[in-house]
């Protein structure tokens, strides 16, 4: 006989399995902080109450619409989009969110009994919701792609210039082909500020980023850099280029 326990819904599992299948689908296409175009960059809001989403939820909607490339962050229950005159397309997969019901009463006092004998209790809870691109019969509104101002960091571009590497500007996407040894960034005006850093920020740490990278190539430091995902050669690479943008981006300010 299977126990309750065992076949009871684990909310927390099933948001975890969601985002780990969402970074696994886009498996090698680090979004690092700027915007590529068909992504949604800002925080993901609920169409009925404008109000944004917060902690999971937000990495889960954002890991979601980065894996499908839905261009918005606007995300709704089925009956939420049925009351906006839109209507979710058949066969639309839903993307799971949770939220927190209280239990308990608040009268407790009044019926003699204190907080401690009748807690609140909070219980997560699981939603499921489509984003925008899901629906038809919703007009929604026109996203400009933003743009924030990079101020150039002397110290900072004077250590790029000693190395003499070759960056090439353009594109959406950041990385170092060593077969050619150089250097691709994304366009300045795609990056973006975050809640734990700015545009600027963004802009270095990546180009750091990068240059640690390049300093791998065989004619420098000749370290393993044509390593597949998933070996352990690469994750020690990614964990190099992690310290060589973290240590000078904590000091070029």
């Not at 790029?160 to 170092?176: K, L, Q, V």
Request: aromatic residues 10%; glycine residues 8%; proline residues 3%.
């Amino acid at each position: 006989m299977t126990s309750k326990s065992a076949t009871r819904f684990d909310v927390y599992e099933a948001i975890t399995n969601q985002i780990v299948s969402a970074i696994e689908a886009g498996t090698g296409q680090v979004q690092l902080p700027w915007h590529r175009k068909g992504s949604a960059i800002c925080r993901p809001v609920n169409v009925a109450s404008k109000n944004a989403y917060r902690g999971v939820n937000t990495v889960a909607l954002w890991a979601a619409a980065d894996a499908r490339g839905y261009a918005q962050g606007i995300w709704g229950t089925y009956r939420q989009w049925q009351e906006r005159d839109a209507q979710v397309r058949k066969g639309e997969k839903s993307s799971l969110i949770i939220f927190y019901k209280e239990y308990g009463s608040d009268d407790s006092a009044n019926e003699g009994n204190s907080a401690d004998e009748n807690p609140r209790r909070f219980v997560a809870k699981a939603s499921y919701v489509f984003n925008v691109a899901q629906v038809d019969g919703y007009a929604t509104p026109e996203v400009s792609e933003p743009v924030e101002h990079i101020d150039a960091i002397e110290t900072a571009e004077r250590l790029i210039a000693s190395t003499e590497a070759d960056i090439r500007i353009g594109g959406d996407s950041a990385y170092f082909v060593p077969a050619s040894d150089y250097i691709v960034m994304p366009d300045k005006h795609r990056f973006i500020g975050t809640d734990t850093s700015t545009a600027t920020q963004g802009w270095y740490s990546t180009l750091l980023h990068e240059l640690t990278h390049w300093s791998g190539h065989k004619t420098r430091l000749n370290r393993e850099l044509n390593e597949r995902f998933g070996s352990d050669a690469y994750a020690m690479e990614e964990m190099i280029a992690l310290s060589g943008q973290s240590a000078p981006s904590a000091t070029l300010q």
